[in-house]
């Protein structure tokens, strides 16, 4: 994996048999261009304090940690999520749903990753989850999905570090546009926009209230979710669970 990321933002690579944490592990790190990775992650971190569960040799545990101009931060949930989407089409031709803000999904509705970014002063801790090789005896929760299980792969079939390697270089190229902004920022934010199945989706949206039904119309320059409610009006949402409604 190492040599095949020399051209890529990672500087330095950490491949841990069990840890707690990688996002953790990469925000403890004064390295930037650090790139966690762990065989068995016994603490994973969810967002809003849930919690992320691994099984061994079956999923793939990957935090990068990368300096971001601050005005770019909100993209980058997003365009990882794009990232891992892009990373596991190139390697197992899969084309997994993407949810606002950055889940990956499969067509059966189950979870096969979830990402969650950390920031210091100094830079963003990208985390990304991805289930590979699970039997379904092995998933954690009911809602969670394989890849082996979504193509009817034998257990092992799937190469893991092909996968992180793509995934680091598809992130590598998305994280550059975000420094130079310009018309490379536009066409990351339009494959985004492209790939999110989030967009034009009858949704609900999880407030503090209680749960709203709108229908999703766009993804605004700052990553927000733009979303119309029944009465028409349009209102853009920075952070919130959102689920789609199926029809
Ligand atoms: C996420 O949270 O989806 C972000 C997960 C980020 C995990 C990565 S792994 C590498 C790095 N290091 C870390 O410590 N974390 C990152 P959220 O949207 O809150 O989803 C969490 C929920 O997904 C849980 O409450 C479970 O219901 C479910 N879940 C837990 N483990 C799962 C799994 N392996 N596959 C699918 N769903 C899972």
């Known amino acids: 994996i190492e040599t095949a990321l020399r051209e890529s933002s990672v500087t330095q690579m950490l491949c841990h048999d069990k840890i707690d944490s990688t996002n953790t592990a990469a925000l403890a790190l004064d390295a930037p261009g650090a790139l966690v990775l762990a065989e068995h992650q016994v603490g994973g971190k969810g967002r809003l304090g849930r919690e992320w569960t691994e099984t061994p040799r079956a999923g793939l545990a990957m935090s990068l940690r990368v300096p971001v101009p601050p005005h770019a931060v909100g993209w980058v949930p997003l365009l990882t999520g794009l990232a891992l989407r892009t990373a596991v089409a190139r390697e197992t031709a899969y084309r997994a749903d993407l949810k606002w803000p950055n ?87 339009e494959a985004y926009r492209a790939a999110c199945s989030t967009i034009g989706a009858r949704i609900t949206v999880q407030t503090q209230d209680a749960p709203v039904a709108a229908e999703a119309t766009g993804v605004d320059d700052d990553g927000r979710l733009l979303v119309r409610d029944p009465a028409g009006a349009t209102r853009a949402i920075a952070a919130g669970d959102v689920h789609h409604v199926r029809v």
């Open 103 to 189: 889940d990956l999904l499969a067509a059966s509705g189950g979870k096969l990753a979830g990402i969650l970014c950390e920031m210091t002063p100094d830079a963003i801790v990208i985390g990304a989850g991805l289930n590979v090789d699970h039997t379904r005896e092995e998933l954690p929760v009911p809602t969670a999905t394989s890849l082996a299980l979504e193509l009817g792969r034998p257990i092992g079939a799937i190469d893991r570090s092909a996968l992180v390697i793509a995934y680091v270089q598809e992130l590598t190229t998305l994280l550059a546009a975000l420094h130079t902004g310009g018309g490379g920022l536009r066409a990351a934010q």
